[in-house]
């Protein structure tokens, strides 16, 4: 199995600031990763497909990029709402998901 | 606006059997794939399995950890899917997601690959495996 594996495992930030999430593969999954946010409580939500594409209806402040096994996500002018827990999730080969990137309120 | 509501889920012994069943709406349902995604409390999530649409053939496909034990089936005639749950271990204790697949597909010499990623989740359904 294709192991995904995230960086940080949670950082704080503040409304404003600008955040970069890693996602590293385990071997070269070209652009086959998605992106989801996941608040407390709540089901995930799609926000990046195929590394880059951005879901209807995802504020533009959300951005991703990468291929191969080298993926980011960027969230600029970070808002309360982008809080929470981002997972990365690749499908090049059957389907697994990163370990997770906890984004708390400094 | 599509919705996905979950339901089924509860406490169960290892060893036993459960049902969940997921209803769709605000959308064609019968022309989408569909999976479910598992997330153990406060852990990561887990693919578990995919049901894909009539037209496609309707086929299902599972992780490893469930295969053999886990059923996934469709009725379009009432927007329903269902997972059943078969001879369940503790390690099966986790919220369960269901999900409209949005698969990219891509072909090569081998054939047809497919790219899924999950659209819309409900809101899930907790299932505790325990004695």
């Known amino acids: 199995d294709i192991q995904m594996t995230q960086s940080p495992s949670s950082l704080s930030a503040s409304v404003g600031d600008t955040i970069t999430i890693t996602c590293r593969a385990s071997?070269?999954?070209?652009?086959?990763l998605n992106w989801y946010h996941q608040r407390p409580g709540k089901a995930p939500k799609a926000l990046i497909y195929t590394a880059s594409t951005l879901r209807g209806g995802v504020p533009s402040r959300f951005s991703g990029s990468g291929s191969g096994t080298h993926f980011t996500l960027t969230i600029t002018s970070l808002q309360p709402e982008d809080f929470g827990t981002y997972y990365c999730?690749?499908?090049?080969?059957?389907?697994?998901f990163g370990g997770g990137t906890k984004v708390q309120i400094k | 606006e599509e919705q996905l509501v979950e339901s089924g889920g509860g406490s169960i012994k290892p060893g036993g059997s459960l049902r969940l069943s997921c209803a769709g709406s605000?959308?064609?349902?019968?022309?989408?794939?569909m999976s479910w995604v598992r997330q153990i409390p406060g852990k990561g999530l887990e693919w578990v399995g995919r049901i894909k649409s009539q037209s496609d053939g309707g086929t299902t496909d599972f992780a490893a950890s469930v295969k053999g034990r886990f059923i996934i089936s469709r009725d379009d005639s009432v927007n329903m899917m269902y997972l059943q749950m078969n001879s369940l271990k503790t390690e099966d204790t986790a919220v369960y997601y269901c999900?409209?697949?949005?698969?990219?597909?891509?072909?090569?010499?081998?054939?047809?690959?497919?790219?899924?990623?999950?659209?819309?989740w409900g809101h899930g359904t907790m299932v505790t495996v325990s004695s």
């Open positions: 605000g959308f064609m349902f019968s022309s989408v794939w």
């Open positions: 999900t409209i697949v949005s698969s990219l597909l891509t072909y090569d010499y081998s054939g047809q690959h497919e790219h899924d990623a999950f659209d819309v």
């Open positions: 999730q690749q499908s090049y080969s059957a389907i697994t």
């Open positions: 071997q070269s999954i070209s652009s086959f």
